[in-house]
């Protein structure tokens, strides 16, 4: 079946400019994860949706950074006025189920790696 | 909050040889523990878990260890092969007194020599 999904793979953007990564988690899972990773590093959380509410968005770096899932499906992360230090690749991830303690398996997405100039 | 070290950040084994990653975890209400496995490129893939009611769980030749009193968790591979090289991160998962936060380690960079 099909898996996580992300668009675009790679994006460039002038420092300044907003951006938005999407994410097409698998049908029907319910939990779905954005995540930060810088080159040699581990992913870091940003923000976490459970159908369409994000229960948690306490990684957001600043007010730039905003998530969305309005239907439960697909979600958006959007970036304002892009910065050097946001260059980074961005991941989404899913899982079936909340299980009320979030311990399911996340399925990730290939990423999308943003380059701000 | 939640934090989680991982050690060592390089480690290069001869194919065949065991290899071993340790993990320590700062929160005690944090209840799963997976590892992932990312190459070059790829996304990060899950390879084993292990929940905090589980002291010892094994895949083949993969076995993940967790010490909750310690605080530790760590993860076994014997038998390297050359396609074991990867990165491999550890991670630490609160649930829902955490928020669902995940907390990634730094990662461990494998190299298995032929």
């Known amino acids: 079946g099909a898996g996580v999904s992300q668009s675009p793979r790679y994006k460039v953007a002038k420092r300044g400019q907003d951006v938005a990564l999407r994410c097409d988690p698998i049908?029907?899972?319910?939990?779905l994860f954005w995540y930060q990773q810088a080159l040699g590093q581990g992913p870091e959380f940003l923000t976490y949706?459970?159908?369409?509410?994000?229960?948690?968005k306490s990684g957001l770096p600043s007010d730039r950074f905003f998530a969305e899932r309005p239907e439960g499906s697909v979600s958006t992360l959007k970036i304002q006025r892009t910065q050097q230090e946001d260059s980074a690749v961005y991941l989404c991830?899913?899982?079936?189920?909340?299980?009320?303690?979030?311990?399911?398996?996340?399925?990730f997405g290939p990423g999308t790696r943003l380059t701000v100039l | 909050g939640e934090n989680v070290e991982q050690h060592p950040s390089t480690l290069s084994v001869q194919e065949g040889d065991s290899a071993v990653i340790k993990c320590t975890y700062s929160?005690?209400?944090?209840?799963?523990f997976p590892w992932y496995k990312q190459e070059l490129g790829k996304r990060p893939q899950l390879i084993i878990d292990?929940?905090?009611?589980?002291g010892e769980k094994k895949d083949q030749r993969i076995a993940v260890t967790l010490n909750k009193t310690a605080k530790h968790f760590s993860l076994h591979i014997t038998e390297t092969q050359p396609e074991d090289s990867a990165v491999y991160f550890c991670?630490?998962?609160?649930?829902?007194?955490?928020?669902?936060?995940?907390?990634f380690g730094a990662g461990t960079r494998l190299f298995v020599k032929a």
């Open positions: 991670a630490a998962s609160m649930g829902n007194t955490g928020g669902f936060k995940t907390i």
């Open positions: 949706f459970q159908n369409e509410a994000q229960l948690d």
């Open positions: 049908s029907g899972h319910v939990s």
């Open positions: 929160d005690s209400a944090s209840n799963y």
């Open positions: 991830a899913s899982s079936f189920a909340s299980g009320g303690s979030g311990t399911d398996t996340q399925y």
């Open positions: 292990i929940r905090s009611n589980v």
